[in-house]
């Protein structure tokens, strides 16, 4: 499998800190993706970074990948309280349609 | 505006009963997936589909079956062989390139528990 690992399991910190989360996996990929999961609800796409990109930024968020490590991290900088909500991340790879998600890291900010 | 809509939210299964989970999408995409997430679990792959009349099983098939008949439309029923249906049940889709996966949409759940 090429299942993501989250770690932390979880996190909490105060607004305006900045939270980081790790993701494993065991497999080569072609893609590693951050999706987040508001409570009770679907989930929302993030950020997409390709097998050949290193980092990618988007607003508030930046994503690194180190497929020597196959570990990849997503930082929230200047976080909020409406950031609450648990992050996965999910690999593609041999299909160019099935992914594979881990278990997440519930984040949660104070106000 | 368009998007993922499942219904209903909340449905309960007594012993011995087939229900059927309803995703609808007008996004126009090919591929759409059916996901089972447990508490403080990620998600896995039920069924997949990316044409009409065709899908596969993903990595936990058995105890349900799908149907994808139309395009916006990929139902999902919970036989009475799924022993432990309580779940949280995500409906996602996405486009189909050549190039790398693309990103999955979400509907918002339907959490099914048994009476």
């Known amino acids: 499998s090429q299942q993501g690992e989250e770690d932390p399991q979880a996190l909490s910190i105060q607004e305006g800190e900045n939270a980081t989360m790790n993701c494993s996996y065991k497999?080569?990929?072609?893609?590693l993706q951050w999706y987040r999961q508001n409570s009770g609800r679907g989930l929302v796409h993030l950020i997409l970074i390709r097998s050949n990109e290193r980092e990618k930024h988007s607003g508030r968020l930046r994503v690194t990948l180190d497929t020597s490590k196959k570990s990849s991290s997503l930082l929230i900088t200047a976080s909020r309280a409406a950031d609450t909500a648990s992050y996965f991340c999910a690999t593609g790879g041999g299909s160019n349609y099935k992914l594979t998600f881990g278990k997440g890291t519930l984040l949660t900010v104070n106000p | 505006d368009g998007g993922i809509t499942q219904s209903p939210k909340y449905l309960f299964r007594k012993e011995g009963q087939n229900v059927t989970l309803s995703c609808e999408q007008n996004?126009?995409?090919?591929?759409m997936y059916w996901y089972r997430q447990d508490p403080g679990q990620g998600l896995r792959l039920i069924y997949y589909?990316?044409?009409?009349?065709?899908?596969q099983k993903g990595d936990i098939a058995e105890g349900y079956s799908v149907s994808r008949e139309k395009k916006e439309s990929f139902p999902l029923t919970v036989t009475s062989a799924q022993k432990n249906p309580t779940a949280f049940y995500l409906c996602?889709?996405?486009?189909?390139?050549?190039?790398?996966?693309?990103?999955?949409?979400f509907g918002d759940g339907t959490r099914l528990s048994i009476l």
């Open positions: 996602a889709s996405s486009i189909i390139t050549t190039g790398p996966n693309q990103p999955q949409h």
């Open positions: 996004l126009n995409h090919d591929a």
């Open positions: 497999t080569s990929i072609n893609n």
């Open positions: 589909s990316q044409i009409v009349n065709d899908f």
